[in-house]
Nanobody, 115 residues
């Protein structure tokens, strides 16, 4: 079992930046694929970015070059740095830990990009 708690969401103007954090209740980075997903109103949850236990990163085409996923092993914390935000980035962002075939999710944090 692992608990995930996201923070850092909020309201930001187009072109602005936010950094999301996901605190894990224990160190799972060595055994899990960690990721960020998002869900906009009326849409399905979609992958934003993932990082494997070996450090390989993968991004959705829509955020490539603007978002960066990273982790701090000492703090058991996953991050998502979001730059050049667009209104279409508005969504609830969820932290995910995939350990073997089990998915763990945080409660989500709202990101709203609007002028």
């Amino acid at each position: 079992q692992v608990q995930l708690v996201e923070s850092g969401g909020g309201l930001v103007q187009p072109g602005g930046s936010l950094r999301l954090s996901c605190a894990a209740s224990r160190n799972v980075f060595s055994i899990a694929v960690m990721g960020w997903y998002r869900q906009a109103p009326g849409k399905q949850r979609e992958l934003v970015a993932t990082v494997t236990s070996g450090g390989s990163r993968n991004y959705a085409d829509s955020v490539e070059g603007r978002f960066t996923i990273s982790r701090d092993n000492a703090k058991n914390t996953l991050y998502l740095q979001m730059n050049s935000l667009k209104p279409e980035d508005t969504a609830v962002y969820y932290c995910n830990a995939k350990i073997a075939w089990v998915n763990y999710w945080g409660q989500g944090t709202q990101v709203t990009v609007s002028s």
